[in-house]
């Protein structure tokens, strides 16, 4: 698949564009530190709630097939996030798009540790549309907030910080659910949703004054 789109994708250079010294070292850079937060917070509330799933479908007392089609409810509703959310993003622009998922996510969440399996069923997919979907909009906000304007390494950087966190999320929440439950690792993931949102109104006047500067420029 690489090697078709190696062959399809038509070559386009990537030429940075030219900023402002000031605007660069502090504009851009605060911009990018948060939208880095945001991203790897964003993967750890995801990778937290995968974590404790196949338990939580258990105790409604579901069988290797039930946690089985529980985990295939999620993904697609994931795989349909991409494109929703992306839709969302250009319909209510980054920060509201950040925070309409966050605050949705983190509310399918709680209601999953409340809900009977059936209805726990018709929740997972609705789920998996805002926690997976959310990184579309994350995305393709790196390219203006990429630190000097190399969106090479502004990518780079970006994908190692979600990654990371990825990562260790499972054991830091498995930690948490150690010393107390299940559902208190679950609330936990959730309240992580929720600290995006403060994140993301800080990230609002950042993007208010790169798109001035572009502006500007042109």
């Not at 479908?57 to 349909?80: D, E, K, N, P």
């Not at 579309?136 to 390494?153: F, K």
Request: hydrophobic share 55%; with cysteine; glycine share 14%.
């Amino acid at each position: 698949m690489a090697i078709a789109l190696l062959a399809l994708i038509p070559y386009q250079a990537s030429i940075a564009p030219v900023k402002h010294p000031s605007t660069v070292n502090t504009t851009t850079a605060r911009g990018f530190g948060l939208l880095l937060a945001i991203g790897a917070l964003d993967t750890a509330t995801r990778m937290g709630y995968l974590l404790f799933l196949p338990f939580l479908l258990h105790t409604r007392g579901g069988t290797q097939a039930v946690v089985g089609l529980g985990l295939a409810l999620l993904f697609i509703g994931g795989a349909l996030g991409k494109a929703t959310c992306g839709w969302l993003g250009q319909r209510l622009g980054v920060v509201w798009g950040v925070i309409l998922t966050e605050a949705a996510t983190a509310l399918l969440m709680a209601a999953t540790l409340m809900l009977p399996l059936l209805p726990m069923f018709a929740v997972l997919p609705l789920l998996g549309i805002v926690l997976n979907g959310t990184s579309s909009i994350l995305y393709g906000t790196v390219p203006s907030l990429a630190p000097r304007g190399d969106i090479g390494h502004g990518f780079a950087v970006f994908y190692t910080g979600v990654i990371g966190a990825g990562g260790l999320a499972p054991i830091a929440y498995g930690a948490i659910a150690d010393h107390s439950s299940r559902a208190i690792g679950i609330l936990t993931a959730a309240l992580t949703a929720v600290l995006i949102v403060p994140l993301a109104l800080a990230l609002r006047p950042v993007l208010k004054g790169e798109r001035g500067v572009l502006v500007k420029q042109n």
